[in-house]
């Protein structure tokens, strides 16, 4: 039993694909085994159904910071083009403080202009304008590229969940067929007796 679940194809993250029960007798080869069997194969489907959370929680992550990376990005992409320009001296600009709370600065532009980056856990990190566009593209190709991973295992878990509620089934099925073929065996033992 143990072999069975150990040996099956993964995907390339490791997570392993569900095996498929044809015949429920090439898994329980003692009626006995029923309840050991039928409780690893929903201890499969849970842990299938955990990961489907996370990975869920991750792509909702992944979609909300998605936008504020591009949008960082732009701005100092912006930034970067008005002093490599040269027009203007100086800009003001509105900027939000809180989700209520706008304010005016004044930013002087020169070759010496940085920026500050949230990098998240409450850390904040000064950049030139430059370095701070070079970690934007590769934070925003990394995230884009988690946002794709995480989708496709998301499929991949979706496609094995369902292998294995109809595993499930199909054994809790066997069970109560075989239990009433014994309850019918008995029955018909009782009435030959009397």
Same mark, same amino acid.
């Given at each position: ?11 390339? *993250? ?5 095996? +498929? ?16 069997? +039928?409780?690893?194969?929903q ?21 909300? *910071? #998605? ?23 100086? #800009? ?14 004044? #930013?002087?532009?020169?070759?010496e ?19 701070? #566009?070079?970690?934007l ?20 878990? *979706? ?5 294995m ?12 067929? *075989? ?16």
């Amino acid at each position: 039993m143990d072999t069975l679940f150990n040996s099956t194809k993964k995907n390339p *993250r490791g997570i392993p694909e569900a095996p +498929f029960v044809e015949k429920v007798e090439d898994f329980i080869k003692d009626p006995n085994d029923f309840e050991l069997v +039928f409780g690893k194969f929903q201890e499969r489907l849970s842990k299938y159904k955990f990961m489907q959370e996370s990975k869920l929680s991750n792509i909702e992550q992944l979609k909300l *910071r #998605i936008p504020d990376i591009e949008n960082t990005l732009k701005i100092c992409e912006n930034l970067h083009n008005k002093v490599r320009d040269g027009e203007d001296d100086e #800009i003001e600009t509105n900027y939000q403080l809180n989700d209520t709370l706008f304010t005016k600065a004044a #930013i002087k532009l020169d070759d010496e202009l940085k920026v500050g980056l949230w990098l998240g856990a409450d850390v904040m990190l000064e950049y030139p304008v430059d370095e701070a #566009i070079v970690l934007l593209h590769d934070k925003l190709e990394a995230a884009k590229g988690n946002l794709d991973v995480s989708t496709e295992d998301v499929e991949f878990l *979706r496609e094995n969940i369902t292998t294995m509620e109809v595993n499930c089934a199909r054994l809790y099925n066997w069970d109560v067929e *075989r239990r009433q073929a014994l309850k019918k065996a008995e029955e018909g033992t009782k009435n030959l007796k009397i």
